[in-house]
T-cell receptor, first 115, second 112 residues
């Protein structure tokens, strides 16, 4: 079956521009997560959705970052006024339910480069 | 909050040798510890996980051990093969029981 998909796969933008990153989770997965992976680093948790609600936004690094989810399906991560330190791979994952023991399935990521 | 330390950052072994990667965590309430493998250009993929009510779990050539008292867990790969070459991440569930907190990763290189 189809896995988690993300688009675009690569995004190059200029400092100060806004970007939108899209995630399509596995059908039927109620939980959705966004992570950021800087070069040579581990994954940094950004935000978690249960259905269309985000009970945990604790990882968003600044108010320039926001995310939404609609139809308990697709999610969009928006970064406003991008900065060079935002350059990273942004990974989306989904799981059947948002609690311990549920395997998180990851998409291939979107590589964001801010010039 | 939870903090996960992972070492070594790089590991090179000969084909057929064993590889061991170790992680420590800080939150004694954490109860789920997955290991992910990430190949170049791909998202991480779960390879094995362990819950806090067991001390060891094995799946063919890979095994994970957990010591809750010491708050550390390890990944063991036996009879390594070139296709095992990848970046491996350990993780622990956060206090809310939802998000994963990842270690910084170990780059494993298996040479034939």
């Amino acid at each position: 079956g189809a896995g988690v998909s993300q688009s675009p796969s690569n995004k190059v933008t200029e400092k100060g521009k806004d970007v939108e990153l899209r995630c399509d989770p596995i059908s039927g997965h109620t939980a959705l997560y966004w992570y950021r992976q800087r070069l040579g680093q581990g994954l940094e948790f950004l935000i978690y959705f249960q259905g269309n609600s985000a009970p945990d936004k604790s990882g968003l690094p600044s108010d320039r970052f926001s995310a939404e989810r609609t139809g308990e399906s697709v999610s969009t991560l928006t970064i406003q006024r991008t900065q060079q330190e935002d350059s990273a791979v942004y990974l989306c994952a989904s799981s059947l339910a948002g609690w311990s023991y549920n395997e998180q399935f990851f998409g291939p990521g979107t590589r964001l480069t801010v010039l | 909050g939870e903090n996960v330390e992972q070492h070594p950052s790089t590991l090179s072994v000969q084909e057929g040798d064993s590889a061991v990667i170790k992680c420590t965590y800080s939150d004694s309430a954490s109860n789920y510890f997955p290991w992910y493998k990430q190949e170049l250009g791909k998202g991480p993929q779960l390879i094995i996980d362990i819950r806090s009510n067991v001390g060891e779990k094995k799946d063919q050539r890979i095994a994970v051990t957990l010591n809750k008292t010491a708050k550390h867990f390890s990944l063991h790969i036996t009879e390594t093969q070139p296709e095992d070459s990848a970046v491996y991440f350990c993780a622990a569930i956060d206090q809310a029981g939802t998000a994963l907190i990842f270690g910084k990763g170990t780059t494993l290189s298996v040479s034939s």
